[in-house]
């Protein structure tokens, strides 16, 4: 997976990327508060979101429980005794091949299992797709306009973006999509051959049995639990 350099990317990194220090995030709102205020001095009120009230399917969308932020979600520590065990083994997954933190594993293995549920999806290989596509990066942008924890390829699958009001940085939206395409594919082709549709047709033969290759390593991996 190769990320390129996008606008809106850098912002939402700036804004809401997780291993970005705080006292560097302190840094960027002081200065912008500074600015605001500066050439408004009347009052002004500031939010800083990873969601933009001016997009039109942002705002048109309803708002629900899966739209809360992840700060607004219980933590890991909180919900052990409610903890599912699907969730708990995809967390495991995460854990051993990726650098995701407590909060956001425990987040997007959540994410998965509800997405495999409800798509009657191994949630296993939902995992190992979004493994290999974003190593759990969930502003991931590729040079080929592939966005996400999934990398939706946006040029692709634009108009069912912008039908549904699906918000790619999100979490839930993001698994919710890429779990959805995935079915498609393995419906249509087959297991593997479906994996290999999800890299796209358009990529070369040797390209789709190294991307295979690499989702099966991830997948064999789930014995681990």
């Given at each position: 997976?190769?990320?390129?350099?996008?606008?809106?990317?850098?912002?939402?990194?700036?804004v809401c990327h997780p291993r970005l220090p705080k006292s560097f995030k302190s840094v960027v709102y002081t200065v912008t508060a500074a600015v605001v205020i500066f050439v408004f001095p009347t009052t002004t009120a500031i939010v800083f979101s990873d969601r933009s009230p001016a997009d039109p399917a942002v705002a048109a969308a309803p708002a629900t429980v899966d739209s809360l932020d992840a700060e607004a979600r219980p933590a890991f520590s909180e919900i052990d005794d409610v903890w599912d065990?699907?969730?708990?083994?995809?967390?495991?997954?995460?854990?051993?091949?990726?650098?995701?933190?407590?909060?956001?594993?425990?987040?997007?293995?959540?994410?998965?299992?509800?997405?495999a549920r409800e798509y009657d999806v191994?949630?296993?290989?939902?995992?190992?797709?979004?493994?290999?596509?974003?190593?759990g990066n969930r502003f991931a942008i590729s040079r080929r306009d592939a966005v996400g924890l999934m990398q939706i390829h946006v040029p692709t699958w634009a108009h069912l973006i912008e039908r549904e009001g699906i918000d790619l940085f999100h979490v839930e939206d993001n698994i919710d999509l890429g779990t959805r395409i995935l079915k498609d594919y393995t419906r249509r082709f087959g297991l593997w051959e479906g994996v290999s549709r999800y890299l796209g047709t358009g990529g070369p033969p040797e390209g789709a049995v190294e991307y295979v290759g690499r989702v099966r390593a991830i997948y064999s991996d789930r014995n681990a639990d």
């Open positions: 997976m190769e990320v390129g350099w996008n606008r809106k990317y850098l912002a939402h990194t700036v065990p699907a969730a708990a083994s995809i967390d495991s997954l995460l854990d051993r091949n990726s650098s995701l933190d407590d909060s956001d594993r425990a987040r997007v293995a959540r994410a998965v299992v509800a997405s191994d949630p296993y290989l939902v995992a190992s797709i979004l493994l290999v596509e974003s190593t």
